[in-house]
């Protein structure tokens, strides 16, 4: 009878002690939940950050399409203002400072066109009086296009020299390229040809190795950058101190001249813009 008792006693205390681990398991938090939850704001956070790392290149291509679009409209005002039956070629859009807006006056004859291109803190109209005014807009360049009678004629414009034939003491421009170098009255000249184009630079005696830097930079240049394809010839003059830079080339019977480009090299962008 005492065995028995004994026995009893003991399945009851086992029932309750497995009743008591069962409610304890069971109010346990689950660790692996609380590891998921702690890892979920993190998860959300590296969503949010990779979100905000697609937008921002997004953002900069809507701006410099904006942009674009916008030259593209004031270069086609400018056509349009221009009233002129010569088959001329602007550019495809032009450097400008940020945050300001390309504009432009425009004058046309029988055979000549003449465009001063600007750059003005406001969204000016094309031929708007108020671009007289330096203090409101600043000069980018000059484009004067001309037509002549023929391309015989157009052709003689163009100051074309073959300057391995010319002479002059060579220098080693970079890209296989060889320049030559001729000097007088104070100024020295480094001149090379880029197919039927000719193209020199513009320096002082006291200052020659200037001349020979800017040349080196124009060849750099125009080893990724196309200039428009001369018919028949081409040719630019880059002057170290920013005050007679010219480029010229021929399209049949048009001459296309830019100037009034302080920047050497900025002339030749300005330049390979016209290409299309």
Same mark, same amino acid.
């Given at each position: 009878?005492?065995?028995?008792?004994?026995?009893?006693?003991?399945?009851?205390?086992?029932?309750?002690?497995?009743?008591?681990?069962?409610?304890?398991?069971? !109010?346990?938090?689950? %660790?692996?939940?609380?590891?998921?939850?702690? !890892?979920?704001?993190?998860?959300?956070?590296? =969503?949010?950050?990779?979100?905000? *790392?697609?937008q921002e290149p997004t953002k900069a291509n809507k701006e410099?399409?904006?942009?674009?679009?916008?030259?593209?409209?004031?270069? %086609?005002?400018?056509?349009?203002q221009l009233n002129t039956n010569l088959p001329i070629t602007l550019p495809k859009g032009l450097p400008?400072?940020?945050?300001?807006?390309?504009?432009?006056?425009?004058?046309?004859?029988? *055979?000549?066109?003449?465009?001063?291109?600007?750059?003005?803190?406001? $969204?000016?109209?094309?031929?708007?009086?108020?671009?007289?005014?330096?203090?409101?807009?600043?000069?980018?360049?000059?484009?004067?296009? @001309?037509?002549?009678?023929?391309? %015989?004629?157009?052709?003689?414009?163009?100051?074309?020299? $073959?300057?391995?034939?010319?002479?002059?003491?060579? &220098?080693?421009?970079?890209?296989?390229? %060889?320049?030559?170098?001729?000097?007088?009255?104070?100024?020295?000249?480094?001149?090379?040809?880029?197919?039927?184009?000719?193209?020199?630079?513009?320096?002082?005696?006291? *200052?020659?190795?200037?001349? &020979?830097?800017?040349? @080196?930079? =124009?060849?750099?240049?125009?080893?990724?950058?196309?200039?428009?394809?001369?018919?028949? !010839?081409?040719?630019?003059?880059?002057? &170290?101190?920013?005050?007679?830079?010219?480029?010229?080339?021929?399209?049949?019977?048009?001459?296309?001249?830019?100037?009034?480009?302080?920047?050497?090299?900025?002339?030749?962008?300005?330049?390979?813009?016209?290409?299309?």
């Open positions: 009878m005492k065995k028995m008792l004994f026995i009893s006693m003991l399945l009851s205390f086992s029932i309750i002690s497995a009743c008591s681990d069962k409610e304890e398991k069971t !109010n346990e938090p689950d %660790k692996s939940q609380e590891e998921q939850k702690t !890892n979920e704001p993190n998860k959300s956070q590296e =969503a949010h950050q990779s979100h905000e *790392n697609q410099n399409t904006v942009a674009s679009l916008t030259q593209a409209s004031v270069l %086609k005002n400018i056509k349009s400008i400072s940020d945050g300001t807006f390309l504009t432009a006056t425009t004058k046309a004859e029988v *055979n000549q066109v003449e465009i001063l291109f600007f750059e003005s803190n406001k $969204n000016l109209p094309i031929n708007d009086p108020k671009l007289k005014n330096s203090k409101t807009a600043t000069v980018i360049a000059r484009l004067v296009v @001309k037509q002549y009678k023929n391309a %015989k004629e157009a052709n003689e414009q163009i100051a074309f020299v $073959n300057f391995s034939q010319n002479g002059g003491q060579e &220098v080693d421009l970079g890209y296989n390229i %060889k320049g030559y170098q001729d000097a007088g009255a104070g100024s020295l000249w480094t001149g090379w040809n880029e197919g039927r184009r000719a193209i020199e630079t513009h320096t002082r005696t006291d *200052n020659s190795e200037a001349g &020979v830097k800017l040349a @080196k930079q =124009a060849v750099q240049f125009l080893e990724t950058h196309m200039l428009p394809i001369p018919k028949q !010839n081409g040719f630019a003059r880059l002057d &170290v101190y920013k005050s007679g830079s010219l480029i010229v080339w021929q399209d049949e019977k048009l001459v296309y001249t830019l100037d009034s480009i302080k920047e050497p090299l900025k002339a030749l962008e300005i330049t390979t813009a016209f290409y299309h």
